[in-house]
Each structure stands twice: as structure tokens, then as C-alpha cells.
T-cell receptor, first 115, second 115 residues
Framework: KAGVTQTPRYLIKTRGQQVTLSCSPI?????VSWYQQTPGQGLQFLFE???????NKGNFPGRFSGRQFSNSRSEMNVSTLELGDSALYLC??????????????FGPGTRLTVL | AQTVTQSQPEMSVQEAETVTLSCTYD???????LFWYKQPPSRQMILVIR??????QNATENRFSVNFQKAAKSFSLKISDSQLGDTAMYFC????????????FGQGTRLTINP
């Protein structure tokens, strides 16, 4: 079974631009979560989607948004990019969140550099 | 506060030795999961081991085992017969079982296995 895939793997943008990152979960997984990883702040939770609904959101400004499609694929969008948005963005999927079988499996990440 | 603390920023051991990574956490919940993830230089986050808080038996996965002390809120990872391929950042994480999925990560321990 294929793992979590993320596209693109690398992105370079300039301040003020916007960016869209994509995540395809493991087949059959219905929950997708997004995390930001930076050297200073470590791994921080962005948001989680299940059945096309955002159920949980981390402490990030409204410039960070996301959505989930009916096939469980997810996208996250960052508008008006700032230098501090440079990070590795990780996507994770899980089968049935909040159950005894729940474990998050991560994709390879998208490395975003804002110049 | 819902925090996860890894008190060892870096560790280094010789190949074939046993090493223990420490993790403590804070939670008011009685039912939760704990995880150890490994992030090698490739940046892919890989699940190492999982522990359900309601289980008293410590989880094991081949050379990897945990020492889960629920009352002390401690969750350490022991790697036996360490191998060069174990070199990576190791993250301890906690998730709450009910409702939306969210992982809270520690700051990580950089483990180097020397030949």
C-alpha cells in the first residue's frame, strides 16, 4: 500500500505570494493532519480534517488555511507569505481518528523557502 | 499545559550499545496514546513505537522498547543493539484519544550511532 504523498517536495516563493501544498493520504485513511516544522519552534500542529471537515486547528494566523476533498486528499494554503513561514510542512494521515487503531503516518514533507 | 519534554538534546553511542531516550509529558486526560517517531536526515517521519495509556504492558518492536510509567508521566525509549541506521532525530509525541486527532511533540533528541 502506498504511503502518504506530498507535492511538491520543494518550493521557493517570495514574500507576499501565496502557496498551495497537496497531500494524498494512505488509501482508506480518512483523517489528514498538517504540521509545521521549524528549527526554532519544532513541530507544531496546524489543523486536522476528517470527512471534509476541519475538526481541530492549531494556533496559527488566518493566513493558513486548508481543505479536504471527498477522496480524503487535502490541500493547505498559505497566503501573503512571510519569511517566518519558511519551514518543512508535514502531512499525516490516520485511519479512524480517536479510536484504538488510530496512528498517524507521515509523508515526506514539503520544504518551503520564502525569500 | 499539555507539553512533552525531551531533556536530552543530543546523545551519542557506539554501534551495538544500548541507549535510552527520555520523555516526560503533561496531561489531564486518563486515556491517551504515546508515540516515538524517528526522523533521519531524509526528513521522513517514521513511526517507531506506540503505547496506549490504558495498557500496563510496555510496548516492544524488535530492538525498540519503551518504559511507560503512567503515574510519573514518563515514557522512555530503549534501543538495543544500536545500528548505524538508527542515527536520527527522535521525537516523543502524545495524542488524546477522543475527538479530533492532534499530536503534541517534544523538541527531539538527536541520536548519533558511531561505528
Amino acid at each position: 500500500k502506498a504511503g502518504v504523498t506530498q507535492t511538491p517536495r520543494y518550493l521557493i516563493k517570495t514574500r507576499g505570494q501565496q502557496v498551495t501544498l497537496s497531500c494524498s493520504p494512505i488509501s482508506g485513511h480518512r483523517s489528514v493532519s498538517w504540521y509545521q516544522q521549524t528549527p526554532g519552534q519544532g513541530l507544531q500542529f496546524l489543523f486536522e480534517y476528517f470527512s471534509e471537515t476541519q475538526r481541530n486547528k492549531g494556533n496559527f494566523p488566518g493566513r493558513f488555511s486548508g481543505r479536504q476533498f471527498s477522496n480524503s486528499r487535502s490541500e493547505m494554503n498559505v497566503s501573503t507569505l512571510e519569511l517566518g513561514d519558511s519551514a518543512l510542512y508535514l502531512c499525516a494521515s490516520s485511519l479512524y481518528p480517536g479510536t484504538s487503531t488510530d496512528t498517524q503516518y507521515f509523508g515526506p514533507g514539503t520544504r518551503l523557502t520564502v525569500l | 499545559a499539555q507539553t512533552v519534554t525531551q531533556s536530552q538534546p543530543e546523545m551519542s553511542v557506539q554501534e551495538a550499545e544500548t541507549v535510552t531516550l527520555s520523555c516526560t509529558y503533561d496531561t489531564s486526560e486518563n486515556n491517551y496514546y504515546l508515540f516515538w517517531y524517528k526522523q533521519p536526515p531524509s526528513r521522513q517521519m517514521i513511526l517507531v513505537i506506540r503505547q496506549e495509556a490504558y495498557k500496563q504492558q510496555n510496548a516492544t518492536e524488535n530492538r525498540f522498547s519503551v518504559n511507560f510509567q503512567k503515574a510519573a508521566k514518563s515514557f522512555s525509549l530503549k534501543i538495543s543493539d544500536s545500528q548505524l541506521g538508527d542515527t536520527a532525530m527522535y521525537f516523543c509525541a502524545r495524542a488524546i484519544i477522543q475527538g479530533a486527532q492532534k499530536l503534541v511533540f517534544g523538541q527531539g533528541t538527536r541520536l548519533t550511532i558511531n561505528p
